[in-house]
T-cell receptor
């Protein structure tokens, strides 16, 4: 079975450029999560979608960050304009939520983002 | 609020030693799940186990075992006869209560197994 697929695996770009990260969740999963991981701050949840609807975006750092989920099989995380402090590994994860039964989240391989 | 504490930030052992990674949690929920994830040097996050608070029996999977004690709010992870391939960062996690399927992660424990 295909796992969570993220692209690109690595992205190096200059400050001020727009960055778009992509995620394809596991088929049949109805919950999708975007995380950011840095040495300083550890693993941070940025945004959580359920049935393609954003449920909690309290972790999104600022207005430069936006996320969309136009359908059940695709999500994007966009940073515009990017800054060096956005450099991190960004993970997408998906799971199946039925209410009360916390199924495990399954993670993609991550996108290593470097902003110069 | 939900909280997960992994007090050991880094552990170093020699191959074949047994090692236990501690996880202590706080929750207001009466029933809940707990999770462990592994992050090897290659960077991906791998799901290891999910346990329900109803079930306090120890779980064993090969060299891995988990000890869940509700009375002390702990969910510890033991690796028996550690191997170099066990070197990774290990995360313990707890759902955020009535908030969908979001998780609260501990800070992680970096395990280094030396040959």
């Amino acid at each position: 079975d295909a796992g969570v697929i993220q692209s690109p695996r690595h992205e190096v770009t200059e400050m001020g450029q727009e960055v778009t990260l992509r995620c394809k969740p596991i088929s049949g999963h109805n919950s999708l999560f975007w995380y950011r991981q840095t040495m300083m701050r550890g693993l941070e949840l940025l945004i959580y979608f359920n049935n393609n609807v954003p449920i909690d975006d309290s972790g999104m750092p600022e207005d430069r960050f936006s996320a969309k989920m136009p359908n059940a099989s695709f999500s994007t995380l966009k940073i515009q304009p990017s800054e060096p402090r956005d450099s991190a590994v960004y993970f997408c994860a998906s799971s199946f939520w039925t209410g009360g039964d916390n199924q495990p989240q399954h993670f993609g391989d991550g996108t290593r983002l470097s902003i110069l | 609020a939900q909280k997960v504490t992994q007090a050991q930030t880094e552990i170093s052992v020699v191959e074949k030693e047994d090692v236990t990674l501690d996880c202590v949690y706080e929750t207001r929920d009466t029933t809940y799940y707990l999770f462990w994830y592994k992050q090897p040097p290659s960077g991906e996050l791998v799901f290891l186990i999910r346990r329900n608070s109803f079930d306090e029996q120890n779980e064993i999977s090969g060299r891995y075992s988990w000890n869940f004690q509700k009375s002390t709010s702990s969910f510890n992870f033991t690796i028996t006869a550690s191997q170099v391939v066990d070197s990774a960062v290990y995360f313990c996690a707890l759902p955020r209560g009535n908030a969908g399927n979001m998780l609260t992660f501990g800070g992680g424990t970096r395990l280094m197994v030396k040959p």
